[in-house]
């Protein structure tokens, strides 16, 4: 699991085909490795990512077909900057939200533009997305827990603003156009109270709980 609060930066020093999927090799002179061993998690884009090899200021990672359709991740080139997070621990200090680094789709930038001192953004997501987003919500784009201004379901769009922090500690800066394909992952808690919501009209024979949507609704949990 991870928080969406991004370490640190790296970048994509190499793609390469191996058996029909790839190997990344991702350089990070900025991350700490003292406790990093193979087979830890680290977030590259907001895509859990297993660690097949350690280098100097740099590990591998073996990339699977199925990631490669679901995610952005086809799209990288070598060069690219990566956002990067290592796996949460029991005394991490929660600051994001609840992130799996399990890519739920792709989205698309579609609009920038100044506020003040942040960075107004408009992200188009999948349409099946929009359910599982609410205003003053929480989205993880390309690994960053960030929180939605608005949204705007008419036009699949989630309406964010980036502070100057945030820009400059992740990719935002450096690799968010309009056109830019990001990874997408809705908020976890949105999912399972709907699949509990669900599981409730579905089969009959369950024992009937006590969580209504009216509850969930009238306790913050749901709109």
Known sequence: MFTGI???TGTLKAINPVGGDVELVIHAP?????????????ASNGICLTVVSI?????SVDVSRETLSKTALKNWRAGDTLNLEKAMLPTTRFGGHIVAGHVDGVGVVRHLSKDARSIYIEIEIPSELMRYTADKG??????ISLTTNAIKPERNLVCLNIIPHTAERTNIARHWSVGALVNIEVDLVARYLERLLLSRTQDKTEPVS??????????????
């Open 6 to 8: 991004i370490e640190t």
């Open 30 to 42: 900025d991350l700490d490795f003292g406790d990093v061993k193979l087979g830890d998690s680290i």
């Open 55 to 59: 280098g100097d200021k740099s590990y």
């Open 138 to 143: 929480s989205i993880t784009v390309d690994g």
């Open 210 to 223: 006590n969580i209504t949507e009216e509850l969930l609704i009238k306790s913050g949990f749901a709109l």
